[in-house]
């Protein structure tokens, strides 16, 4: 099993970035999938999470309006596109697979990508 997360950097406030996660060596289409992040000095704080057919979504009041969570099945990738880009947005983000659409304990992480939001 792996979860490789792409795409994060640095970024001025109000800016966007898009996050991947590629994933192999299981069903992708079989588990709902989130986005975690972690910022330092903090614990981990869940983002989003999306269904195994791609809806449902959900969402953190904090990010709610202003990420977007997707996944394209077919290319057993997951997606986070993030907008309006707060300082409070940095952090280590991760995905996270969950089996089916009704289990939401995340059984594997990947490594995380880096996001920092500052001027």
């Known amino acids: 099993v792996q979860l490789v997360e792409s795409g994060g950097g640095m970024v001025q406030p109000g800016g966007s970035l898009r996050l991947s996660c590629a994933a192999s060596g299981f069903s992708f289409n079989t588990y709902g999938m989130s986005w975690v992040r972690q910022a330092p000095g903090k614990g981990p704080e869940w983002v989003s999470r999306?269904?195994?057919?791609?809806?449902?979504?959900y969402y953190a009041d904090s990010v709610k309006g202003r990420f977007t969570i997707s996944r394209d099945n077919a290319k057993n990738t997951l997606y986070l596109q993030m907008n309006n880009l707060k300082p409070e947005d940095t952090a280590l983000y991760y995905c996270?697979?969950?089996?089916?659409?009704?289990?939401?304990?995340?059984?594997?992480w990947g490594q995380g990508t880096q996001v920092t939001v500052s001027s």
């Open positions: 999306i269904n195994t057919g791609g809806r449902p979504t």
């Open positions: 996270a697979r969950s089996y089916g659409d009704y289990d939401y304990e995340p059984d594997y």
